[in-house]
C-alpha cells in the first residue's frame, strides 16, 4: 500500500461452517476506490442474509417497528464499491440448487447487479437487477430469464420483470412477476399434448398460494393452433381454456413440473 493505493491479494473469514475467501483493492482517484472479490464453495441464502443483516434492515428497534424512518449509517452511505461474487453451490432452506455468480455495483443505499446467473440442477437463471437499501427493508426489482427449464414432459423458457421485497420468508411472499414463456414438447396431460406452446404470464403469492394467470395462450397441435388463457387455483391446478374456430377446449393440468407418465406411475 502507499498514499493512494492499497491492495491485498487474499484474505479469509468464517460464514457459519464455510470459509470465506477474499481480495480486495482500493484505489484513490477512480469511479469506484473500492473492489471486492469473494468466493465461497457453499452456502444457505439463509446464511448470507444472517450476515448483511446489518445493510439489509434497519438496526434501530424503532425504525424496526416502522415506527421512526431508517437512520442509515454513514459507512454504508459511503460504500462506493465494485465486485463480484461466485458461491458453487448454492442452497435455499436446504435444498441445493447449483453455483451463483453475479458482477455488482454498490453505491450507498444502491446495490446494483450488472448480472448473475444461477445454475439449477435442470435448466438455468440469468438477469440483472436492483436492490435499494435505504427503507426498513431491501427492495428488488430486476429482469430474469430461464432457459430450458424441464416442464411436464417438455422444455420451458421464460423472461420478465420481478419485484419483491423484505427478507426471509417476506421475500417469497411479496414476489409479483410478469413476463413472456415460450415452451416445446409440453404435455399438459397425457391426452393434452403441444408441440409448442407461448404466451405471458402474471405470478404472485398475495392470496398465501402460487397464483398463475397466463394470457395471449398459443398452442400448437399437429396443424391447429388453440388461443386462450389460463389460470392456477389454491390447490396446484392449472385450468387453461382454449379455443379454435369456435370450438372450445378446457385443459385441467398442474403446476408440477412432473410428466404426466411420471405422475401416472407414482399413482399407480
Do not use: C
Amino acid at each position: 500500500f502507499d498514499d493512494a493505493t492499497f491492495v491485498t491479494d487474499r484474505f479469509g473469514a468464517q460464514l457459519g461452517n464455510e470459509t470465506v475467501v477474499a481480495s480486495y483493492r482500493y484505489r484513490a482517484g477512480v469511479a469506484h476506490p473500492e473492489r471486492l472479490h469473494v468466493e465461497l464453495a457453499s452456502a444457505d441464502l439463509g446464511e448470507m442474509e444472517t450476515a448483511l443483516d446489518p445493510v439489509l434492515r434497519a438496526q434501530d428497534i424503532l425504525a424496526r417497528l416502522r415506527l421512526a424512518r431508517r437512520s442509515i449509517p454513514e459507512w454504508l452511505s459511503a460504500r462506493n464499491m465494485e465486485g463480484d461474487a461466485i458461491v458453487r453451490r448454492l442452497s435455499v432452506n436446504g435444498v441445493k440448487l447449483g453455483p451463483l455468480g453475479a458482477r455488482f455495483l454498490w453505491q450507498g443505499t444502491n446495490l446494483q447487479f450488472v448480472s448473475w446467473q444461477l445454475g439449477l440442477p435442470e435448466g438455468r437463471l440469468h438477469g440483472r437487477g436492483m436492490v435499494t437499501l435505504s427503507g426498513d427493508s431491501p427492495k428488488f426489482q430486476f429482469t430474469a430469464s430461464a432457459e430450458h427449464f424441464p416442464w411436464r414432459g417438455g422444455l420451458l423458457s421464460a423472461s420478465g420483470e420481478f419485484d419483491t421485497s423484505g427478507v426471509g420468508g417476506d421475500t417469497a411472499r411479496n414476489l409479483r412477476a410478469s413476463g413472456e414463456f415460450s415452451g416445446q414438447d409440453v404435455a399438459l396431460t397425457p391426452e393434452d399434448a403441444f408441440a409448442a406452446m407461448s404466451g405471458r404470464f402474471d405470478f404472485s403469492f398475495a392470496d398465501g398460494w402460487p397464483n398463475l394467470k397466463l394470457s395471449n395462450v398459443r398452442a400448437v397441435e399437429g396443424d391447429d393452433a388453440w388461443n386462450g388463457d389460463g389460470a392456477s387455483e389454491s390447490d396446484g391446478k392449472l385450468v387453461v381454456n382454449l379455443e379454435r374456430g369456435g370450438e372450445q377446449r378446457k385443459v385441467v393440468s398442474s403446476l408440477s413440473a412432473e410428466t404426466p407418465a411420471a405422475t401416472g406411475a407414482l399413482a399407480k
